[in-house]
């Protein structure tokens, strides 16, 4: 045998050995792919089952968000009108408060003015009087010493 027969059957046997070896690896690669295909089964079908479980769920959920968005968007609404109507009210009640702070100032002038007319009134007419009394005592012929209460001694 020469050395070029020994290097191909050393190479045949290399790829013999090598072949031998990769179908080893491709078998008890099988073997493991079945071990785990089994498993893989399972966990997908409980991913299967849980999904429809929480479909009802999510369905749920996205329509109580739904909900909850337009609670929210009708509360901004009545929020908003509220603020108008008080906002209005405020104006109405600045307004208001300035019409009667006018009709009370016109309404103190006036009790002045009456107060002043009572006054002149009540003066004039206790001067009436007086001048009556004192007329009605010289009429009479009253000692001048005796007078009524609240008038002067003449003096």
Not at 55 to 60: E, Y
């Amino acid at each position: 045998m020469s050395t070029f027969e020994i290097a191909v059957v050393v190479g045949m046997a290399v790829w013999v050995i090598l072949a031998m070896v990769i179908l080893i690896i491709l078998v008890y690669g099988i073997r493991m792919l079945r071990d785990v295909r089994e498993p893989l089964a399972r966990v997908s079908g409980a991913v299967t089952d849980l999904n429809e479980r929480l479909r009802p769920v999510l369905r749920n959920a996205e329509q109580a968000s739904d909900q909850a968005r337009l609670i929210a968007a009708r509360l901004k609404r009545d929020v908003d009108d509220v603020s108008d109507a008080i906002s209005n009210a405020t104006e109405s009640t600045g307004r208001m408060v300035e019409l009667v702070e006018e009709r009370v100032v016109e309404v103190a002038a006036l009790v002045a003015v009456i107060q002043e007319e009572a006054e002149a009134t009540f003066v004039s007419t206790a001067s009436l009087l007086r001048g009556l009394r004192r007329g009605s005592r010289k009429v009479s012929g009253e000692k001048p010493g005796a007078h009524a209460i609240g008038d002067r001694p003449p003096g």
